[in-house]
Structures are given as C-alpha cells and as structure tokens.
C-alpha cells in the first residue's frame, strides 16, 4: 500500500492547525501508521529539502522549518500521495483551489502550512528520514471495508 510523508508545519502548530489538518486527512479516509512531534535540527531539516538547495528561497526555507516544532505523519492508502496533494492545494496557498488547506488557511509560500510528498521515491526517502521501520504500525481500522473495496 502506499504512503507520504506529511508535515504540519511551525505555523500549522503555531496557529493550532494540528486537529484541524489531521481532521481532513482522517475524514478522506487516509489511515495513519505513523506520527511524532518534534522541533526538526537544521541537519534533519537540510536533508529533507536537499533538492532545494541553491535556490534563492532555501535559507529561508530552512529556518522556517526549523522555527517550531512540527507533526509529522505517514499516512497510507491507494494513490495517498495524490490524495494528499490535492487535499494540501497548490504551493502557493493564493493559487491552491478554494477548500484546500493551503487556499484555506494559507496567505504566502513561506507559511504554506503543511508538506506532502510529491512521488513514491521522495515519499520512501521523506519518511526513512524521520521514522524507523518500527515506528510504522501496521494495524486494522474497522472501517475500512466502508471506504476501502
Ligand atoms: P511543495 O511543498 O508544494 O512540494 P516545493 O516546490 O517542493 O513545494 O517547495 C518546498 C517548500 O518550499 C514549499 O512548500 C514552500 O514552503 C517553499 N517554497 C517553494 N517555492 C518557494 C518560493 O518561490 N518562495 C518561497 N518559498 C518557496
Ligand atoms: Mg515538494
């Protein structure tokens, strides 16, 4: 089954978003197997967005990460990391859809709430990052033969 990585970010726990944001992954009908909360180092941080490095907005982008603690969560289930995306809305929050977290509660692209894996590969990477092996559960939910066939 597939899974992402998914982070509140400072300003989601900040603002007290955590409920809020793991509420509407919960009622899509995503499963969560994994969540801690934590203040991410700069090195934890400097790994999860090494692709971005060179790039003007990567100073900030650090810091930002880095200012508070945050959630993270893996969440599972069939094609979870597009549900996931489409749930967070665009980057930019002022050019995310109207319902998702981003256009919901979101003003700029540095304080875009929330993080979500963009592709199987980033997502195995994303969550061995953060998590170990056992710190993933797998569990039955009894609902899932009403969201699941
Ligand atoms: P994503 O979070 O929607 O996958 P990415 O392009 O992977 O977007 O960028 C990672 C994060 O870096 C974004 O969520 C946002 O917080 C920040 N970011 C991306 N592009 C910019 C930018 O042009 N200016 C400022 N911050 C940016
Ligand atoms: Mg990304």
Redesign the pocket.
Known sequence: MERTLVIV?PDGVQRGLIGEITTRLENRGLKLVGMKFIHMSRELAEIH?R??KG????D??ID??TSAPVVLQVWEGPNVIMAV?HT?G???PIEADPGTI?ADYGM?????L?????GPDTAAAEIANFFEADEILEWTRCTDPWILV
Do not use: P
């Not at 700029?108 to 875009?112: G, H, I």
């Open positions: 970010k967005y692709i971005h790039k003007r907005f990567y900030g982008l930002y990460i995306r967070l665009a980057t930019n981003r700029q692209m540095e304080r875009n929330i993080h979500g894996s963009d």
